[in-house]
């Protein structure tokens, strides 16, 4: 398959409500969308939308190397075998030194044009088995003032598992909040919380003593230092799981401290599919859970890492963080993905020509 052409097109979706990040409110979400039209016929879309503040690349360096990148990749054939994910994507791209998001944004629109030209939803480029559906954690919304509310929609999505952001206010304020949470959600519903590293390693440990075991699956970035980690877990007894500082230490180096029990994943910031998958090969091999998280991508982006978690669902990895997508007020897929009983439906074919809304576009490039 050769690329004849490569088309860059930006969009806003607006949100159904703020967020806050690193206290910044963010009422938006801003990325790329690029599509690739091969000899074939064949069309691949894919999605680059770095997080700011979280991904490493700037928005406007990011746009300018996706420009060039694009015009470098202009009449390139395709390496034989990239669906495979055993290094093809790397011996073809590694020598440009992409951005993880535009690395992401590359291989899901190669992915999404070999998919279409086999004929075959996405996950089935790599599986034997089609999968209908995949496991998805809710995301709690912190709005204090329609708790009740927020709880109540969880409920009726199915979920089996939230996750709440905790460490926005002083600790007592926090477990106040947990507490009155887990109160309303009952029993059935598991929990796991997400502190971002906000928190020192006192602070960290007083909240987690203030908690009953048995209470949570786990705590994500519990403390503000990497080296505070095994201490946490000493003193706490608390699992915890391990996000943005993958970005700042090895999976190998990682794996290595007591106490971590999930590595989550998210490929826009870990610079693409196939690095994805060989970090969770790894982290499963050192028998940790894995799970495929969302950055607030758009339901492009959302749709395929529900196939990237299909794929690895024989590898036994954990429901996905993808209820991000609740929190788009439109989307740049003209068919709204579907979340019912705690599961996101997939698509049984490859993604149409007509699949994405070029209403809400603006084309760059």
Excluded at 219 to 247: C, G, M, Q
Aim: proline share 5%; net charge positive; aromatic share 8%.
């Amino acid at each position: 398959m050769k690329i004849e052409h490569i088309f860059i097109y930006q969009y806003e979706l607006p949100l159904i409500r703020n967020l806050v990040f690193l206290r910044k409110k963010i009422i938006k979400r801003e990325g790329w969308l690029v599509q690739f039209i091969f000899d074939n016929a064949s069309v691949g879309w894919g999605e680059i939308a770095p997080w700011p503040g979280f991904s490493p690349e700037s928005s406007s360096r990011t746009l300018h190397q996706l420009k060039e990148i694009s015009k470098q990749l202009l009449s390139h054939t395709l390496p034989p075998q990239l669906e495979k994910l055993n290094g093809g994507f790397a011996r073809w791209l590694d020598p440009y030194d992409l951005f993880p998001s535009v690395r992401f944004g590359i291989e899901m629109a190669v992915l999404n044009g070999l998919a279409q030209f086999k004929n075959k939803p996405l996950n089935r480029l790599f599986a034997r088995k089609n999968v209908p559906h995949i496991e998805v954690d809710g995301l709690l919304s912190r709005n204090r003032k329609n708790l009740k509310n927020e709880i109540e929609k969880i409920k009726k999505f199915g979920f089996s598992k939230i996750k709440i952001k905790i460490g926005l206010s002083d600790w007592k304020e926090e477990l106040a909040l947990f507490n009155k949470i887990r109160m309303n959600l009952g029993n059935k519903i598991r929990i796991s919380i997400d502190m971002n590293t906000r928190w020192n390693l006192a602070t960290a440990v007083k909240f987690a003593l203030a908690i009953r075991p048995g209470q949570l699956e786990y705590i994500e970035e519990p403390v503000n230092k990497i080296s505070d980690l095994s201490l946490f877990y000493k003193s706490t007894r608390h699992p915890y799981a391990l996000d943005e500082s993958l970005l700042k230490i090895p999976l190998s180096q990682a794996l290595r401290l007591s106490g971590l029990k999930t590595i989550i994943l998210k490929p826009m910031v870990l610079g693409g599919i196939e690095k994805t998958v060989a970090l969770a090969k790894l982290a499963l091999r050192h028998n940790r859970e894995v799970k495929i998280s969302a950055l607030f991508e758009s339901g492009l982006g959302i749709l395929t890492l529900a196939h990237l978690t299909a794929m690895l669902s024989s590898l036994k990895t954990q429901p996905a963080g993808l209820d991000t997508y609740r929190f788009l007020k439109k989307d740049v897929l003209r068919t709204p993905l579907e979340i019912a009983n705690g599961r996101m439906m997939l698509n049984h074919t490859p993604l149409p020509n007509n699949a994405i809304n070029t209403k809400l576009l603006y084309k760059i490039q």
